[in-house]
């Protein structure tokens, strides 16, 4: 694998770090103190083709990749998580479902939009006993006259409940199937949902630690119809189809931490040059410059396990392994960034108009979301040949 970058590559990392830095930056902090997405830098990152970013040009999209769309949500995290995780989930859980799963007809009527960032969606797994055990999901949906009505409950689901939010591709029961065993499991399938349909309701947002300008709503259905078409992928494949999905977001959530990580590198340099004590710039003294040079280090390891793992995927090869490994590093290096950063700045870390005060917060669910880390040691350990 090259973890050398393109041209091409550099150019829209470059792009896409002015436009943090010039747009984003300014107004992260009350964007974060007031809990608000805002709706005008996500048409911006529209604009700018974002959201189209790994996606053919017939469908709307740059013709790009995974390592495309990870160069702009790395970019992107440096400054600010909440807006990374914003197009995170809306191309990897919104968009890829459609359009690695998704009829003909469904990728020609969802995804102009979604790639064009006119229109957001949400993929709803996760529930109150069924996260990392998805075999546990609860929410069930049933035929009737040609309809699926579902009913059940999800929680945590981005982007569910933004002004653009087109719909929610939701997991659900659709039966049950004998597996080789002889032993009857559930069957899972995937369904578009969407916003405004009678019997689903989108409940008020989370009021979370982190990412708190980013849109994340619990969602309940009961008697929520739907067509029959609205089946995404194969009836039974819903675990198989999640599974897949996961593995591009794990991608995508390490170059988000990774972002994350260089974003309190960044500040920790700047921070250490210029605050002086006993007087000298705290950076001379070698407990800070060490700490600092273990950011780097962190960064440095990061940013290649993600980069391994997206040349992978854009080669066509098995990448489940180096995914879980880019997302098990880069979290963790971005959480242990945030806490060195904050330590550096001190009481200045501790004050939330400071972008690491804000990193410290948003980076913990970089060890949660899209699995635990707990679930990647488990899928490595797997490749390994240890199965649990």
Known sequence: MSWSLTEE????????????????????????????????????????????????????????????????????????????????????????????????????????????GTALAGFGL?????????????????????????????????NSGTPITRFVTVTAVTGEREDPDGRMRKELSTIIVPNGTPGFTVEPAYDKVGWNSSDTHPLTFDDARVPEANLLGERGRGYANFLHTLDDGRVAIAALATGAAQGCLDEAVAYAKNRNAFGKPIGSFQ??????????????????????????????????????????????????????ATQIFGGAGFMNESLVARHYRDSKILEIGEGTNEVQLMVIARSLGFNQ
């Open 126 to 158: 996760t529930e109150a006993e069924a996260g990392s055990d998805a075999g546990a999901t609860r929410t069930t949906a049933r035929l009737d006259d040609g309809e699926w009505v579902i009913n059940g409950s999800k929680q945590f689901i981005t």
């Open 287 to 340: 407990s800070i410059s060490f700490m600092i040079a273990q950011m780097q280090a962190r960064v440095h390891t990061a940013r290649l396990a993600w980069h391994d793992a997206a040349r992978r995927s854009a080669a066509g090869l098995d990448y489940k392994r180096e995914a879980a490994i880019a997302k098990l590093v880069s979290s963790d290096a971005a959480m242990s960034n945030a806490r060195d």
């Open 9 to 116: 590559e550099q150019s829209l990392y470059d792009t896409v770090c002015e436009f943090a830095d010039e747009v984003i930056a300014p107004i992260s902090y009350e964007a974060d103190r007031e809990h608000r997405l805002p709706m005008d830098v996500v048409a911006q990152m529209g604009q700018l083709g974002l959201f189209g970013l790994p996606f053919p040009e017939e469908y709307g999209g740059q013709g790009g990749d995974v390592m495309s769309l990870g160069l702009a949500i790395e970019a992107i995290a440096r400054v600010n998580q909440s807006l990374a995780i914003t197009l995170e989930a809306a191309v990897g859980l919104g968009s890829f479902p459609i359009f690695r799963f998704g009829t003909e007809e469904q990728k020609r009527e969802l995804l102009p939009d979604l790639t064009a």
